[in-house]
């Protein structure tokens, strides 16, 4: 496994690619971050698409 820092290293490379490339990295920043935090706890689940359409709904709110 991954140490925490190095947890921490990846997700930031993530959060540096999102600012660097993404058109809205403000709003995939919360994602990321979730997801690197999600991933070092061991909760692993998939998004079906109708969760996706709903995460980007709410988000144009």
Same mark, same amino acid.
């Not at 990846?10 to 660097?20: D, E, G, Y």
């Not at 809205?24 to 998004?47: E, K, N, Q, S």
């Given at each position: 496994?991954?140490? %925490?820092?190095?947890? %921490?290293? *990846?997700?930031?490379?993530?959060?540096?690619?999102?600012?660097?490339?993404? $058109?809205? =990295?403000?709003?995939?920043? =919360?994602?990321?971050? @979730?997801?690197?935090?999600?991933? @070092?706890?061991?909760?692993?689940? *998939?998004? *079906? =698409?109708? $969760?996706?359409? $709903?995460?980007?709904?709410? $988000?144009?709110?």
């Amino acid at each position: 496994g991954q140490s %925490a820092l190095g947890a %921490a290293g *990846t997700v930031a490379q993530f959060i540096v690619k999102a600012l660097l490339f993404d $058109e809205r =990295p403000f709003a995939r920043i =919360p994602w990321i971050v @979730r997801a690197g935090l999600d991933g @070092r706890l061991g909760v692993f689940h *998939t998004i *079906t =698409p109708q $969760e996706w359409a $709903e995460r980007l709904a709410a $988000e144009r709110r």
